[in-house]
C-alpha cells in the first residue's frame, strides 16, 4: 500500500518545475519515494530524457509510506500548478483507497483543492538508471545569456550548432539566405570560469525546439551547466537551490540516429 502527504513551502517552485517538465513529457510515473520525488522519462520522440529529483528535505512535511510510482498527466498538472500564487504553500497526496492525487493550495486564511485521477503508464523499463559519458567540454553559463541565443538562433534554423575550444564557446546557426554566430570567453560575467573545462575541440548539432523547451523555464539570473562531445548527446544541468537538480540529455542531430541509451557506459 501506498500514501503520502508532502507539503513545500513555495508552490511557484514546483509550479515552475513542472512547466518545464511538462513541456518535454506529457504525462509520466512519478516516484514519491522515502528520499525524496523522482521524475524520470523519455519524451516521445526518445531524442530527449528528462531526470528530475527533489530531496525531502526541500519539504516542510515529507510523510511516505510505501514506494509505487503513480502515473499523472503532467500537463493537467502544470494548469493546475500555474494557478499557484504568491506566499502560498502546496500539500500533494495520495493514497490507495480514494486513487486520487490531491493538490492542496494554503495561503492565509483560506485554501484551494484540486484532485487528479491517476492514469496507467506503461513502466519503461529501457530507461537508464544514469548515462555515462566523459566529457571533453563542460561549462556553466548564465540562463539569460543562453536563451538569448536560443532566440537569435530561432530567426535562422531549427538547430544550434555548439562548437568549444580552449578560448571560448561558439554557437552559431545557418540556412539557405541567414546565418548567426557568438562566442562568449571564460572570463565573460555571463560564464562562472571556474567551471570552464575544455580538453580539445568539440562540435555537435542540436534542436532547437527540445533545447528551448528546457531552457526558456528557467529564472533568466540562475546558472546551467552544459557538458557535450563531438556527436553526442548535450547534458544541462539545473540545480533547484539546495533542493534537488533538473537534469536533461538530448541526442545531437547526426545522419544515423542513435537512441541515448546506446551511450550509456
Known amino acids: 500500500m501506498m500514501a503520502f502527504q508532502i507539503v513545500l513551502e513555495d508552490a511557484k517552485l514546483m509550479s515552475n518545475i513542472v512547466s518545464i517538465i511538462s513541456s518535454i513529457v506529457a504525462e509520466s510515473r512519478v516516484n514519491v519515494e522515502e528520499d525524496g520525488i523522482r521524475i524520470k522519462a523519455f519524451d516521445a520522440t526518445r531524442i530527449s530524457m528528462i ?24 500537463e493537467t498538472l502544470n494548469t493546475i500548478l500555474k494557478t499557484a500564487k504568491t506566499n502560498e504553500h502546496l500539500q500533494m497526496s495520495f493514497d490507495d483507497t480514494s486513487k486520487r492525487f ?45 536563451q538569448q541565443v536560443l532566440k537569435d538562433a530561432e530567426m535562422v534554423s531549427d538547430y544550434l550548432k555548439i562548437r568549444a575550444k580552449e578560448d571560448g564557446i561558439f554557437f552559431g546557426a545557418e540556412s539557405e539566405t541567414k546565418e548567426m554566430d557568438t562566442f562568449i570567453e571564460p572570463q565573460s560575467e555571463e560564464m562562472e570560469t571556474g567551471a570552464f573545462l575544455v580538453s580539445g575541440e568539440s562540435e555537435a548539432m542540436y534542436s532547437l525546439d527540445f533545447l528551448s523547451n528546457f531552457l526558456r523555464g528557467i529564472r533568466s539570473s540562475d546558472y546551467v ?34 537512441e541515448i541509451e546506446d551511450y550509456e557506459g
Open 102 to 146: 490531491v493538490i492542496e493550495f494554503i495561503g492565509k486564511n483560506q485554501q484551494r483543492k484540486f484532485a487528479l485521477s491517476v492514469i496507467d503508464i506503461p513502466d519503461e523499463g529501457n530507461i537508464p538508471d544514469s548515462i555515462h559519458i566523459d566529457f571533453d567540454t563542460n561549462f556553466e553559463i548564465k540562463a539569460s545569456f543562453i
Open 51 to 74: 531526470d528530475f529529483f527533489m530531496k525531502k528535505e526541500a519539504f516542510q512535511k515529507y510523510d511516505v509510506k510505501g514506494a509505487d510510482p503513480i502515473g499523472l498527466s503532467l
Open 225 to 258: 551547466r552544459l557538458s557535450f562531445n563531438q556527436e553526442q548527446p548535450i547534458r544541462l544541468v539545473y540545480e533547484i537551490e539546495d533542493k534537488g537538480h533538473l537534469i536533461y540529455f538530448v541526442a545531437p542531430r547526426i545522419e544515423e540516429s542513435e
